[in-house]
């Protein structure tokens, strides 16, 4: 089977290492692909939105199965457009991918359907917008822009200046371009935050591990807002009692719900949640799969990933057994100094022993080769992924290979895990 991979970070690698374990696999390509994943397929040199070079890239090689990866594509309709060419894919068409291309269709939906998320308030004016936060007088106050914004587009304010300031800059000044034309102003929320990822062909759902992201920069979650800047699966916080309630009133409700709606959902559903006081309630929702919590979580998952990719493709999802190794996870990001903002690209990279050490594996998320040698090309350069029988193990062996990596400038927060050995310790 020749197979096609739309992306090229940290998450695509570990897509790409996945499904290498099948046998009938004889070929993958990846659009982009990055440096380190140039080891594991055929890099072809087509961005991850040019939807028509990929599809035209497709139908020339004859891919047999495409899995879309990125937000980006999929909103823009890659499923659609590459399935109306006869290639079959994983992941949402256009239609369902608004889940999370419109958070004012996600809010909606929501409210529509009873699931529970932060109360909110949608405006397309700015002054409007300013009037209800005064009004609500509550803070801090979260504003999100409605559509992508390379996960940046949401501004917690802890005063009135900040949420006026916050306003101006997404539909005035126009942070996040056009995706600020609609902002969503709603109730700030606290609890441990979970990531569900979850396979659904629009009829059954099926969550996989648990995981707990580290989205600042700096330890002790300081500093700004990144992509992610490490992982562990499972959540401690995510008991079973609490994945049941979460699979009847927000795993299940969505996935009818889309399809009351006429978008059945197909591919990966992510669920950001935060467990309240008052329950499980949504944050987000992602069309996709997240990037890093899937470098966790697909080490851990034992079921063959095409086999349940195609499955969820054919709609027969309730056929495969899905089983997750028992054991713990942990990602930490190694990333280019400066990140989230500017930072040098270029940086010639070593790896140490990192070759040698058992159960670690290194993702490639920002890396480039140049004259036969790796070097840097992102903000968040590698996802530096060990599994163990616990978390403190994992954990010791991510942070053990972390160590070996040498490049200018590189950085990695020292605490990643840290509250989820706290939440284990008060079992
Ligand atoms: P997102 O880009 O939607 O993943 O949001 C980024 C982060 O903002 C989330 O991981 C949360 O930590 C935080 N956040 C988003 N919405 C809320 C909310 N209603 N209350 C508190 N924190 C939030
Ligand atoms: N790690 C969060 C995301 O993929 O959106």
Do not use: W
């Not at 890239?57 to 823009?76: G, I, K, S, W």
């Not at 441990?192 to 062909?201: A, G, K, R």
């Amino acid at each position: 089977m020749k197979l096609l991979v739309v992306g090229g970070g940290g998450r695509e690698h570990a897509i790409i290492k996945k499904l290498r374990e099948n046998p009938e696999v004889t070929e993958i390509f990846a659009c982009p692909g990055n440096g380190g994943i140039a080891m594991d397929a055929t890099n072809v040199d087509i961005g991850a939105k040019d939807i028509d070079g990929i599809v035209d890239f497709a139908v020339r090689e004859q891919v047999d199965f495409c899995v879309v990866a990125p937000d980006d594509p999929l909103v823009l309709g890659c499923v659609d457009a590459l399935e109306a060419k006869g290639i079959p894919c994983f992941g949402p068409n256009q239609k369902a991918a608004i889940l999370e291309g419109s958070k004012v269709f996600s809010k909606g939906l929501m409210q529509k359907y009873g699931i529970p998320t932060a109360k909110y308030a949608v405006f397309d004016d700015p002054k409007a917008a300013v009037a209800y936060i005064r009004e609500q007088n509550q803070f801090p106050t979260v504003i999100k822009a409605d559509g992508l914004a390379l996960g940046k587009g949401v501004i917690i304010a802890a005063t009135l200046s900040e949420a006026e300031a916050a306003v101006a800059s997404i539909m005035e000044d126009k942070l996040f371009g056009d995706s600020g034309n609609h902002i969503v102003v709603e109730e700030f929320l606290q609890g441990p935050e979970v990531s569900v990822l979850s396979f659904t062909d629009g009829k059954t759902i099926v969550p996989m591990v648990s995981s707990m992201d580290h989205k600042r920069a700096l330890d002790g979650d300081r500093g700004l807002n990144t992509g992610g800047m490490g992982t562990v699966a499972p959540n401690p916080y995510y008991t079973k009692e609490i994945a049941q309630v979460c699979m009847d009133t927000i795993f299940l409700p969505t996935v009818r719900a889309m399809c009351k709606e006429g978008r059945p959902f197909k591919g990966c559903l992510y669920f950001g949640l935060m467990l309240t006081e008052n329950g499980p309630k949504v944050i987000e929702y992602n069309c996709r799969f997240g990037d890093p919590e899937t470098q966790v979580v697909l080490p851990l998952l034992k079921t063959d990933l095409l086999t349940i990719m195609q499955a969820v493709h054919d709609e027969r999802l309730a056929d495969v057994n899905v089983e997750f190794d028992p054991k713990s996870a942990a990602c930490v990001i190694v990333a280019s100094g400066g990140y989230p903002q500017a930072y040098k690209k270029g940086c010639v990279m070593s790896f140490g022993n990192v070759d040698n050490l058992p159960d670690v594996t290194v993702y490639h998320a920002g890396t480039a080769e140049k004259d036969g040698r790796l070097v840097t090309a992102g903000g968040r350069v590698l996802g530096v992924t060990a599994t163990g029988e616990d978390l403190p193990a994992a954990l010791q062996k991510a942070y053990a290979a972390a160590q070996e990596i040498q490049f200018e400038g590189a950085f990695y927060r020292r605490d990643i895990g840290a509250r989820a050995l706290k939440a284990l310790e008060n079992e």
